[in-house]
Each structure stands twice: as C-alpha cells, then as structure tokens.
C-alpha cells in the first residue's frame, strides 16, 4: 500500500526541479556544514554552490564542478564583499565555542561575523538567508551562549531579507573530529535518550542538512518572511524526501 506523503514532501517534488540558483554556504568545513554541501551536491538543486571559509578545503572524492571557494579574513570581511554577491541563498553554519575561542571570541564569531557576512549577503542581492542558530536561543537569555544566539538571529531578522530562516537545533549529533569534552558527554547521555524519543532533545547532522538543503527549494509557508524551526520541526522536514 503507498504511504500517503506529508504536505512538506509534496511541496519539496514539485519544487526540486529549481536548479538555476545559486547558493553560498559559512561554515563548510564544520560538522553541519559538511554535512549541508554533500546534501546540496547530491541534491543537485543549485547550479552553483560557493564554500566561503577561512581556509581552503579537500573537495576530494566530492562531485564538485560547480562549487566555487573563497577564502576570506572574516576581521576583514568588506574586502571579500565579492564572494556574497549574487547569491539566491545563503546558509550560515558558521559557529565556535567559548571553550575554544573565549567568551569575546565567541560571540566575535557566532554573532559579529555572522552578521557581517549577512549584511554583505543582502547588499549583494541575496533574498534568503538560513541560519544554524540553537535551541533555547534568547537575546534576553542570562547564558551567553543562548543570548548570543538570540542577538544574532534579531541583527539578522533587522536586515530584513525577502526570507529568514532559523534553525534551532538542539544537541547535535555527529562523529565529531574535535574534543570537547562536555559536549562528548552530552552527546552520549541524549545518544541514548534519542534512541527511545528521537526528537527530543537531539538531532543528527545529517537531520539539520537535510532539512535546510530542503527548506531552500520550498516556498515560504504563508509567505512568512522569517520562520523558525524548531527540533522537532527539522526533524520532520529533514527526513522529507
Ligand atoms: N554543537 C551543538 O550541539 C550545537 C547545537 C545547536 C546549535 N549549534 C550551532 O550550530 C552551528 C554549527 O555547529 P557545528 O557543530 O556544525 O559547527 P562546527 O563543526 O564547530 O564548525 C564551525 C564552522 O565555523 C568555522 N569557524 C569557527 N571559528 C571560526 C573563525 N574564528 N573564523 C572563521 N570560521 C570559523 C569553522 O571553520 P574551521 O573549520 O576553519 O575551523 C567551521 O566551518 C554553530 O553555530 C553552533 O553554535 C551547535
């Protein structure tokens, strides 16, 4: 017997068949974002696709034709305006840790380059910008983290792009390469809790690529100009096929 198909995957066949658009993606070389451009590439939904990072990356073993990097100095990011121009999407996975980088450099990087690059994004004509932001986020919130995130998302939403989406995910699920121990530990613990009610407090990589790489090909639901995602939310439009 067929199984009925929900709303979000009849929208995702009758849209996959856009593919003159082009794309950027911040944060590549990350867990998510690694994650994103073997989505975007598979999908074949963007005719071009620009990695725009820090440092260049082995697109080995990837089909990589029409990806494009650009390596940029995010404390300099007006001299790079080129790389944001001329984008339909733009997807920010861009993100470090206060662990790694300090309280300041944290929110140097999770908010202050993230918005830099959005504004250059919209000046240089891009319509929807998608964001990777966190459960939980707040710009109110007394956990930096969760403030930061908050402030990110409202400079963003302030740039008014045609579409804002925020992803908020919560903990993310993946092999990650680095240590970092208090999220290995988080990672274990909710590991297992996803295991019997998988959308509640964890989400695989996997899972967010999917569902922005879906998200990107789909109108906007009540031609709302900023929508939020929450877990369960990306959960569900991740595992539309
Ligand atoms: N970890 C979680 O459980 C969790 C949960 C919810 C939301 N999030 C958020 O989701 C987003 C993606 O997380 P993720 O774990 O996939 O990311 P990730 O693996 O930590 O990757 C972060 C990306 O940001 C880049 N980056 C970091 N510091 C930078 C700097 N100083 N200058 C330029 N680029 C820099 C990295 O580039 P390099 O490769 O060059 O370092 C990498 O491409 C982040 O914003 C994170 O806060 C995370």
């Known amino acids: ?27 590549a070389s990350g867990e998510t974002g690694k994650e994103l451009l073997r989505e975007i ?23 990589y034709s029409n990806v494009v990097q650009e390596v940029v100095d995010f404390e300099k990011l007006d001299e790079s305006a080129v790389a944001f121009q001329g984008h339909d999407v733009g997807f920010c996975c861009l993100g470090t840790s206060r662990a790694k980088a300090g309280a300041d450099g944290f929110v140097r990087v999770d908010r202050d380059y993230v918005e830099h690059a959005a504004k250059l994004a919209k000046a240089g004509g891009c319509r929807h910008f998608i964001l990777e932001s966190s459960k939980g986020a707040d710009s109110s919130s007394s956990f930096l983290y969760l403030r930061t995130k908050g402030e990110v998302e409202n400079r963003i939403q302030a740039l008014e792009f045609d579409r804002f989406s925020i992803f908020r995910p919560a903990v993310l699920l993946c092999d990650r390469q680095e240590i970092r ?18 959308t509640f407090m964890s989400i695989p990589t996997t899972t967010v690529a999917q569902a922005m790489a879906n998200l990107a090909v789909m109108p906007a639901k009540d031609r709302q100009k900023v929508e939020v995602l929450e877990n369960a939310a990306i959960h569900a439009l991740g595992q539309s096929k």
């Open 181 to 198: 121990p208090g999220e290995w530990m988080a990672r274990k613990v909710f590991g297992m809790v996803a295991y019997f009610f998988p």
């Open 1 to 27: 017997m067929a199984v009925p198909k929900s709303e979000d995957q009849k929208i995702l066949q009758e849209h996959s068949q856009e593919k003159n658009k082009s794309c950027f993606i911040l944060g």
């Open 41 to 63: 590439l598979k999908q074949q939904k963007f005719s071009r696709v620009t990695l725009i990072g820090r440092r260049k990356l082995n697109l080995e073993g990837l089909l």
